[in-house]
C-alpha cells in the first residue's frame, strides 16, 4: 500500500484523551498496518481542564519531521482549541469538530464535517469516551486502520473496567461515518 | 516486533534490551518517563533518588560493582551532578554507564535553556545524540557498548521532540549481560591527586581514541543528495533539515557528536558548494567545523534559541514567511496556566500576599504562585534556591540596617531535593529566615513521582516515610509548625507566629495535591446566588473552577470543583456552601 502523508491534528482540553487519540491510532498503523507514524504534542505545564493538542504523521514511507506546519484533518473537540488550531488545516483539508461546542465555524472554507461525539458518549453512559466516538468515526472514513486493528489496540490500551464503554463509542463513531468518505 | 514508542519510552526499552540491570533519576520534564518506563521491568532495579547528583553517584556505585547502570535527568539537573560527574569521567566504569541528559529547548517547563552538549567536551566524555525513536532505543546498546570498550561514562543527548514523540521502534528479546566482577583498584577509583594525575593523562588518550572511533561509527553517515548544498546536523534537527530539503541537499547526520569525526566531516565539506550547519541552541558543531578552519554558516542564519521548526527552517533559508492560512484567520486570547482547582498551595499563597513579605520561590507547580490574581513569589531560581535565598536575603538586610522578615516556599520533594542544606545554613549562621514547605504528599509537577517522604518506593515497596518536620528539628530548627492547607485561619495564624519568631523558623502545610488518586471526596462548593453579593472576594483566590459572569454573577463549575473550600472561607457573607463529601479529611 502506498499512500502519501497524512498528517492529523486531534486538538481539546486535557482530560479529553486528545493525546490517547493520536497514540491509539499511530500504534494502530505501526504495529497493525506495516505504516509508519510519528506523533508529538503540545504540553507544558498545562492543568487538567487546559488547551491540548496531538499531531500524528501516518504513512507508507519513513517520516522525518514529526511536526508538520499544515494538517489535511483537524478534530476539534472544544471551541477554544478549534479557534486556536483551525489556522493550520491546509487548503482542502477536513476540519472534523464535536457538535457539543459553540460551534464558531469562523466562516472557513474548509469541508467541516459535524460529528456528535459528546453527545453520543454521554447517551452509552460517559462523556470521556467522546474520543473513541471519533476515533471510530475516523477509522471508517479514512479506512487508514481497519475497524480490527482500532478494537485490538483499544483492548491493549483503555483500563479494563472502561473498555466495554469505549468499544461501544468505536461501533457509534463507526455508525456515524456510514457513507462518509475523506480522502486521504 | 513494532512498538510505537517516545524516546523515553525507547531509552526504558533500550536499557531494557541491552542489559541493564540498574537505573535511577530524579524526575524532570522531559526525562521523567524514561524511569517511569524502566520501573515495571523486573529485570531492572530502578530508583527515584532525591536528586540528579544522588541518582548519578548511585548510579556510578552500580557501575562500579559491575551492573550495565543508566541515569535520566533533565538538563539542569546535570548541573546538580556535575560534581561526580566530572570525576567519573577520571574513574571511568566497571559497567556501562550511560547518563541521559534530556534538554529543552524553548522551555516548555524549564527555568532555563542550556545546551548540555557542551557538557561533552567539558567533562572530556564521549556523546551521542539520537534522531528519532529507533535511535534513541538502539543507541542505548552502543552507548553501554562504548562504556565498557573505552572505560568511560557516555552521555546520551535528547531534546524534548526526541524525549516526546513517538515513533516506530523495532523491539527485540532482552540480551542479558554478566554483571562485571568487582576488583579493589585505589589508582583507577581512588581519585587523590597523585592517582587522578595519572587518570587524567588517561582521559586524554581516550578522547583520542575515540575521535578514531567516531570516524568509522556506522550512525555517524554522509547522506549524498544535491551537492550544491550540505547540511552538517544531528538530533531532531537533522529530521527538520530532510524534511525542508529533501534530495535537494546532501547531509552529514552525526550521531556521535563527541568527539568529532574530522575527518569525515572534511571529507564532507570538500564534496558540496556550500556548507551550512543546522542545529538547535548553541553553534556547538559551527564551532568546532570552524576551529578546522572550514569556512560554514550556521548561527548568522539560524537562531541560537528556542527550538526550530520545518517551517522556520524555511523561513530562513528561502525567505519564506510563516504562510498566513488560506482557510482561516484567527485571533485568540493568550491563556496563562494557572494552579489548578482545589491546588493545596493556592490558600497559602492567598496569605502570604497579605503579609507583604518578600517570598523566594522555588521549582515546582508552586512556580505559578507568581500568576495574578496571587501574585505572590517574587523569584524563582533553581531547585532548593528558595531556602539559601530566603536567609542571604534576611541576612543582608539586617546586616545593612533594614531588618525584616523574608519567606521562602519550598515544595516536599524539593525539600528533600535541595533545600535540607540550606535549612544548616539558616540554622548554622543564627539566620532569621520563615521556610514554609508546600507538603503536597508528592512530586506533583512532573506527575505524582514518590520521594523520600511518602513512604513508597518507585518501584511500589513500602518503605519509612521520612518526616520533614523530624529533618528540620535534627537540623535545629526550634519553631516548627504543621498546618492544614486548606485551613485558611490556620495557615495565616502560624505564617503570623513564624514572622514574629527571633530565629529560623518552618511553617509545614500539609495537605495531598488535588489530582492524587484515591482521596476522600470532600464534596463541592456551590454559591448560594441569592446570597451573593457580587464582591468577587472568592475570585481573589485564582481558582479556576470560579466562573465569573458578564452580569457579574459568579459560579462554580462542578466538574472541576475539588472541594477545598477556600472560596468558601473568603467569601464575606458565607453565600458559598459545601454540598456532598464527607468530612474533611
Known sequence: MSMRPVNIRFCGFGGQGIVLSAIIMGTAAVTRRNLYAVQTQSYGSEARGGQCQAELIISSQPINSPISERKDIIVALSQMALDRYLPSLREGGTLIYDTKLETNLHATSAATIPVPATETAISLGNQIAANMVVLGFLQESTQLITREDLVQVVRETVPAKFLELNLKAVEAGRQLAQGVKLEV | ?585
Request: aromatic content about 8%.
Open chain 2, 1 to 585: 516486533m513494532k512498538k510505537f514508542l517516545s524516546g523515553d519510552e525507547a531509552i526504558a526499552r533500550g536499557a531494557f534490551e541491552y542489559g541493564a540491570t540498574f537505573a535511577a533519576a530524579y524526575p524532570g520534564t522531559p526525562s521523567t518517563e524514561i524511569i517511569e518506563n524502566i520501573l515495571p521491568y523486573k529485570e531492572i532495579y530502578a530508583e527515584w533518588s532525591p536528586n540528579e547528583k544522588v541518582a548519578l553517584e548511585v548510579a556510578i556505585g552500580a557501575s562500579l560493582a559491575g551492573a550495565r547502570s543508566l541515569v535520566a535527568m533533565k538538563h539542569v539537573g546535570v548541573n546538580v551532578a556535575a560534581d561526580p560527574l566530572f570525576t567519573a569521567a577520571y574513574t571511568g566504569v566497571n559497567g556501562g554507564l550511560v547518563i541521559v541528559s534530556a534538554d529543552e529547548p524553548s522551555l516548555h517547563s524549564s527555568q532555563n535553556e542550556q545546551d548540555n552538549r557542551n557538557f561533552a567536551p567539558f567533562a572530556k566524555i564521549p556523546m551521542l545524540e539520537p534522531s528519532d525513536s529507533q535511535e534513541a532505543k538502539d543507541l542505548v546498546g552502543e552507548a553501554f557498548r562504548i562504556s565498557e570498550e573505552y572505560d568511560t561514562p557516555v552521555l546520551l543527548r535528547i531534546t524534548t521532540r526526541i524525549a516526546h514523540a513517538k515513533g516506530l521502534v523495532e523491539c527485540y528479546e532482552r540480551q542479558e549481560v554478566e554483571v562485571k566482577e568487582y576488583k579493589k583498584n585505589a589508582a583507577k577509583y581512588c581519585m587523590v591527586p597523585a592517582n587522578a594525575r595519572k587518570r587524567r593523562v588517561f582521559v586524554e588518550e581516550r578522547t583520542r581514541l575515540l575521535s578514531e572511533f567516531s570516524e568509522t561509527f556506522l550512525y555517524n553517515r554522509i547522506e549524498w543528495g544535491d551537492k550544491s548544498i550540505g547540511i552538517i546536523t544531528s538530533g531532531i534537527s537533522y529530521q527538520y533539515a530532510r524534511e525542508v530539503f529533501g534530495a535537494k541537499a546532501s547531509y552529514l547526520k552525526l550521531t556521535m557528536t563527541w568527539p568529532l569525526p574530522e575527518k569525515l566531516m572534511r571529507e564532507f565539506a570538500e564534496g558540496v558548494e556550500k556548507l551550512y550547519v543546522v542545529e538547535e541552541l548553541d553553534p556547538f558543531l559551527e564551532n568546532q567545523v570552524k576551529a578546522m578552519g572550514i569556512p560554514v554558516i550556521g548561527k548568522e542564519l539560524l537562531p541560537n534559541m528556542f527550538e526550530f521548526t520545518p517551517e522556520l527552517l524555511r523561513q530562513k533559508f528561502f525567505g519564506v514567511d510563516p504562510a498566513s492560512n488560506p482557510v482561516t484567520e484567527v485571533e485568540i486570547p493568550p491563556r496563562p496556566p494557572v494552579l489548578c482547582a482545589g491546588c493545596p498551595h493556592r490558600p497559602v499563597f492567598y496569605i502570604l500576599k497579605k503579609h507583604r513579605v518578600p517570598v523566594m520561590g522555588d521549582i515546582g507547580c508552586y512556580g505559578l504562585g507568581l500568576q495574578p490574581p496571587l501574585e505572590a513569589v517574587d523569584t524563582t531560581v533553581c531547585m532548593g534556591a528558595s531556602v539559601g535565598m530566603t536567609h542571604g536575603f534576611q541576612k543582608a538586610s539586617a546586616w545593612n540596617g533594614v531588618p525584616r522578615k523574608v519567606v521562602g516556599v519550598i515544595g516536599d520533594s524539593t525539600f528533600f531535593h535541595g533545600g535540607m542544606t540550606g535549612v544548616a545554613d539558616m540554622v548554622f549562621n543564627n539566620g532569621s529566615g520563615v521556610i514554609v514547605v508546600l507538603d503536597n504528599r508528592t512530586t506533583a509537577m512532573t506527575g505524582h513521582q514518590p520521594h523520600p517522604g511518602t513512604g513508597i518506593t518507585g518501584k511500589g515497596e513500602v518503605t519509612d516515610e521520612i518526616k520533614i518536620e523530624d529533618v528540620v528539628r535534627a537540623l535545629g530548627v526550634r519553631d516548627v509548625q504543621i498546618v492544614d492547607s486548606y485551613d485558611l485561619q490556620a495557615v495565616d495564624q502560624a505564617v503570623r507566629h513564624a514572622l514574629d519568631f527571633d530565629g529560623p523558623s518552618v511553617v509545614i502545610c500539609r495537605r495531598a495535591c488535588a489530582l492524587l488518586k484515591g482521596l476522600p471526596d470532600l464534596g463541592k462548593a456551590v454559591i448560594n446566588q441569592e446570597q451573593c453579593t457580587r464582591c468577587h472576594a472568592c475570585l481573589r483566590t485564582g481558582c479556576p473552577a470560579l466562573v465569573s459572569h458578564p452580569d457579574k454573577s459568579v459560579t462554580i463549575d462542578t466538574n472541576a470543583c475539588n472541594g477545598c473550600f477556600v472560596c468558601g472561607q473568603v467569601c464575606p457573607v458565607g453565600a458559598i456552601e459545601k454540598v456532598g463529601g464527607g468530612e474533611r479529611g
